[in-house]
């Protein structure tokens, strides 16, 4: 049997105020956007800190930890990147996870309020804000009807960008009427904005992977002697 939910929104004039409230029939629960809420939080659910306002797209911890999409997304479609030189090349935003990760990265770059309107429009909203990852997008998508019940703007049909690289000069993109994981160029200008938040033991933020050497391709001056100086006579690779 389909599940019957609808909103009810009511205007509540008190004290020169205007209070908005929802109405969901089957459980007789009412939700007051202007009150703050608190955990245990299921999906769907109104999230109020005082702070940031969203609704819950993922928990664990019993629900006393999770995360939240913004109750709106950007007025304008937008660039993932706006600058030339950062549309052609890879700056290693490779979490599918946890945005918060790829925004680390992004702002270690230097200027980067100017060549990154997407993930400066979801950093204006407040700390803790971030671009979501591109798993993170698919998670908004599948649980879309819940989360319409209380989002200012609907997730709607049209694709959203994620903070996830797919290569050099492409970015993980999602199609939020279906979840659909595909991937699009840093320069398009056309593409949707929203932002995510994390709440309670939030994921940890991974540090930047130290890359690998390959130590075959130098040559071992250390097998050649004990002395702590070489001479060095012609160009080449060379570990002590």
Request: glycine letters at 6%; a negative charge; aromatic letters at 12%.
């Given at each position: 049997m389909?599940k ?8 509540i ?8 409230f929802v109405v969901?029939e089957e ?5 007051d956007?202007n ?11 109104y999230?109020?800190?005082s702070?940031k306002r969203?609704v819950?797209?993922e ?10 999409v913004?109750?709106t997304m950007a ?14 090349r ?7 996870t946890?945005g918060a ?11 980067w ?5 997407a ?5 204006d909203?407040?700390?803790?804000w ?14 879309k009807?819940a ?11 049209s694709?959203?960008?994620?903070s ?6 492409h970015?993980?993109?999602?199609l ?5 994981e595909s991937y699009d ?17 939030t994921?940890?933020v ?17 097998a050649?002697g ?8 012609a160009a080449?690779n060379?570990?002590?």
């Amino acid at each position: 049997m389909l599940k019957t939910i609808y909103a009810l929104l009511v205007a509540i004039l008190f004290a020169g105020c205007t209070q908005y409230f929802v109405v969901d029939e089957e459980v007789n629960k009412v939700v007051d956007y202007n009150q703050k809420t608190s955990a245990p939080y299921s999906v769907g659910d109104y999230y109020n800190d005082s702070v940031k306002r969203g609704v819950v797209f993922e928990v664990w911890d019993n629900g006393y930890s999770g995360k939240i999409v913004s109750m709106t997304m950007a007025a304008t479609t937008m660039q993932w990147a706006s600058d030339t030189t950062e549309q052609n090349r890879s700056i290693g935003t490779k979490d599918r996870t946890y945005g918060a990760n790829n925004f680390r990265v992004v702002k270690a770059i230097s200027g980067w309020e100017s060549k990154y309107p997407a993930f400066k429009w979801c950093a204006d909203l407040g700390e803790g804000w971030y671009l979501p990852a591109v798993d993170e997008l698919v998670a908004i998508s599948n649980n879309k009807k819940a989360l319409d019940l209380h989002l200012t703007d609907k997730i709607g049909i049209s694709y959203h960008c994620s903070s996830t690289e797919y290569n050099s000069q492409h970015i993980k993109v999602v199609l939020m009427n279906s979840g659909r994981e595909s991937y699009d160029t840093k320069s398009r200008s056309n593409l949707y904005v929203r932002a995510a938040a994390a709440f309670g033991d939030t994921p940890e933020v991974e540090p930047e992977p130290t890359p690998e050497v390959d130590l075959s391709q130098y040559t071992d001056l250390s097998a050649e002697g004990t002395a702590n100086c070489y001479l060095i006579q012609a160009a080449g690779n060379y570990k002590l």
